[in-house]
């Protein structure tokens, strides 16, 4: 052979082997490694099994031991996209399972199909894992919105559409699916097989009772499904016939893969198996759905219950004195562990998991829980050490498992409180309304741009390493105030002050107004004898700690205009004062309760929402405190807004509320602005005067005033960062035994 042709030759041998290497690579990530799992009666694996009330895992010795189930919820998005839109990467996710499964969790669950891109990063973080891999439970969402509408599970084509998504996610996790990718939906070619990493298949939704309650009804007589894998049993309601034929739809398709999975469906509170007596809303009690209804007949890696519990909803957790059985230690009562113990008496021989619980990290509140498990209003130290003790009550009364709600924040989500002040719908996720609660349930905080940058600790130097067409200043605005600057970001408007002198919350009070459109009021209490050429809509009140805050305008009270004069009649008439003077921004927490309407009265509440805490953002400070506004040091002073206390609608397309819209009541519109008006002033709290720039009290030109001004923005800027909860979580997961 000559040199030439030898030459050639070792190219080519080395070419096949870079070749067949990487196939090998390919097929080695597509195909997971050797992990124990048993033969059933029938030669088809399992991994997880159920028996009597314990979920157990095959140990690979031919073993199968009790664990306690410890996970988080995980979603498909980051901020600035919607679910449907799936943008979470390879490297997200990798990232995201890592920290899960150092935090000592498990498993994840997933209420739908997610991109490929996320089964196979699943299946490569656990190539390296042995027997000690990060599972995940598969759900798949029900027809919620046709449910809803129709109110009949077994009608209007529900049945054949709710198998097809089924089918869609039998074959995602086996990595045997290829479907175009349309808005809205995950899509693609799903080629990682994972398996062998499922623990369990948690189907459908939280149940409509009206919905329940007619299917049932349109359906009497209907006889029991009776199926291969799962049937209904002779007590089982039409309803939860259709349940047990879905759940056997799912296993014979699983069947076909030589796979044999624990199932559950999605259940809820509103229709438990247990009564509220003291729950006012009927349909709290209105119909049940009930996990013993439905058994697996031959499918040996069994059956489960899973509740979405969480300790403020419904208001039966702070109303219903039948649940007043255990104290909390702190002078009340623990209502959730005692809930949890009647459910779990009702289920002594079936598994049951919470698979939804939690508390948010927000400023804003929707729903009072006892012991002050609040939907909101929480620091993300005090979310955690909650969210550690809802896992122990849960843990200590004998469930299979707890899945935390849930791994990150999400920005698009909503809440009944807010939901009609956010328009348009379609660009939440483009801001972080911290007043919508809903947003900040994660472990992982999802912060805005601007929140890694400038630190509130009430020292502006930070400032300066902003960019300068960023921030927008201006010198001497008013007496006392020699430099006042102002920049935004996704969650907040940022305000800086250089005071003339020290500034002490005992001596002199700040009023900073706000203005974005023509209307408004006059602050004639706060500033008495001034004139301004155009009204208010806001008012930043900096001086002691339980003095700082937001204030509305009487004429732009959006509380009042909901639940008083105008809207719903559920607070005290508006007196003169109320009529003159900034008000509190409030929001409610839950309205009135009046019979027949409902089963017993109760009064309409609501909790102030706009009141500034004063602390430091700065996450390495022992003192950090997520939910701090402000700061003062000498004579800066250093605030952060959210932008709903300043009336907008959408800061991402410059939008208001309306005036018009207030006339309404009950409905809110919007109208563009083109940015944010501030009118300063300082009050001598010993002499009660305005140091005032126009001693004349001339009307005071509001287009003389400083005027903060931005581009809309159709991107984000985030940052991410492990809340005290994540940490919460670790030592509550590894206190926890089996």
């Known amino acids: 052979m000559s040199k030439l042709a030898r030459k050639k030759l070792i190219l080519w041998i080395t070419i096949g082997i870079i070749l067949i290497g990487g196939i090998t690579s390919l097929v080695f990530l597509y195909l997971p490694p050797s992990h124990k799992s048993i033969a059933g009666t029938d030669g088809t694996k399992m991994k997880f099994q159920t028996s009597g009330d314990k979920f157990l895992r095959y140990d690979g010795n031919g073993n199968w031991k009790e664990i306690f189930v410890k996970g988080v919820n995980l979603g498909a998005t980051v901020p ?52 000690n891999p990060l599972y995940f439970i598969q759900g798949v969402y029900s027809q919620e919105d046709q449910l809803i509408e129709t109110k009949d ?33 995950a899509g693609g070619k799903y080629t990682a097989n994972a398996g062998q990493y499922l623990m369990a298949w948690h189907i459908g939704t939280e149940w409509d009772p009206e919905m329940v309650e007619n299917t049932n009804k349109v359906h009497a007589g209907l006889p029991p499904y009776l199926g291969k894998y799962f049937s209904a049993t002779a007590q089982a309601s039409p309803f939860e016939s259709f349940l047990a034929t879905m759940l056997d739809y799912a296993a014979t398709k699983e069947h076909e893969y030589g796979w044999e999975h624990p199932a559950t469906f999605t259940n809820w509170v509103t229709t438990d198996v247990i009564k509220h007596p003291g729950e006012p809303l009927f349909q709290e009690d209105m119909v049940s759905v009930d996990a013993t209804h439905v058994k697996a007949v031959s499918w040996e890696a069994g059956y489960f219950a899973a509740y979405h519990v969480y300790p403020y909803y419904p ?20 209502t959730y562990k005692a809930y949890l113990r009647k459910l779990k008496a009702y289920y002594k021989d079936l598994p049951i998991m919470v698979t939804e619980y939690g508390v948010p990290s927000s400023i804003g509140v929707s729903h009072i829980g006892p012991s002050g498990r609040n939907q909101g209003g929480h620091s993300e130290a005090e979310q955690g ?23 990150q924040d999400e920005w698009f989500k909503k809440t009944w409180n807010t939901m009609r002040l956010e328009t348009p719908a379609d660009r939440r996720s483009f801001w972080l309304n911290v007043l919508t609660n809903e947003k900040q349930f994660g472990l992982v905080a999802m912060g805005s741009g601007k929140s890694d940058q400038i630190i509130i600790d009430g ?7 902003l960019p300068a067409d960023q921030v927008k200043q201006w010198a001497k605005v008013a007496p006392g105030i020699k430099n006042m600057r102002v920049t935004h970001d996704e969650a907040y408007v940022y305000i800086g002050l250089d005071l ?32 301004l050429s155009d009204g208010l809509e806001d008012l930043i009140v900096i001086g002691k700690d339980e003095e700082t805050q937001v204030k509305a305008a009487p004429s732009y009270d959006f509380h009042r205009r909901l639940y008083g004069d105008y809207g719903y009649w559920m607070l005290p008439k508006a007196t003169a004062k109320d009529k003159v003077e900034f008000q509190p921004w409030k929001l409610a927490v839950s309205l009135s309760m009046t019979p027949p309407d409902t089963r017993s009265a109760h009064p309409f509440q609501d909790a102030v929402v706009g009141a500034l805490k004063r602390g430091t953002t700065n996450r390495s400070s022992a003192d950090f405190d997520s939910l701090t506004s402000w700061q003062y040091s000498g004579n800066q002073i250093e605030l952060r807004i959210p932008w709903m206390l300043l009336g907008f609608s959408d800061p ?87």
């Open 153 to 185: 599970a077994l009608g209007g084509g529900i049945p054949k559409s709710f198998e097809q998504d089924i089918d869609k996610a039998v074959k995602a996790v086996y990595g045997d699916l290829d479907i175009p990718v349309n808005a809205g939906f």
């Open 500 to 531: 003339d002198k020290t500034f002490d919350p005992n001596q002199s009070q700040i009023y900073l107004g706000s203005d974005t459109q023509s209307g408004g009021d006059q602050p004639k209490i706060e500033w008495p004898n001034q004139t």
């Open 315 to 334: 208001d039966f957790f702070h109303l219903d004195k039948s649940f007043q059985t255990i104290p909390d230690g702190k002078g009340g009562f623990n």
């Open 459 to 465: 020292k502006l130097d930070d400032w300066s390493k």
């Open 652 to 738: 991402s397309s410059k939008q208001v509320i309306d005036y018009s819209a207030l006339k309404t009541g009950r409905t809110f519109t919007t109208t563009k602005t083109e940015g944010i008006t501030f009118v300063p002033w300082i009050v001598d709290r010993k002499t009660k005067k305005v140091e005032s720039s126009n001693p004349n009290k001339a009307t005071l030109d509001m287009k003389k005033q400083p005027q903060y001004t931005w581009n809309p923005w159709e991107s984000v800027k985030y940052t991410e960062h492990l809340k005290a909860g994540y940490y919460d979580m670790k030592d509550i997961y590894a206190k926890l035994k089996k």
């Open 80 to 131: 600035g996209y919607f679910p449907g839109e799936f943008p979470a990467t390879e490297e997200d996710y990798l990232r995201w399972f890592k920290q899960i499964h150092e935090m000592g969790a498990n498993v994840i669950r997933v209420y739908t199909i997610h991109n490929p891109v996320f089964y196979k990063s699943l299946v490569k973080y656990n190539r390296d894992k042995g027997e």
């Open 385 to 407: 050490k909650i969210d550690a003790s809802l896992t122990q009550d849960i843990y200590d009364e004998g469930y299979a498992g707890s899945i935390l709600f849930m791994w």
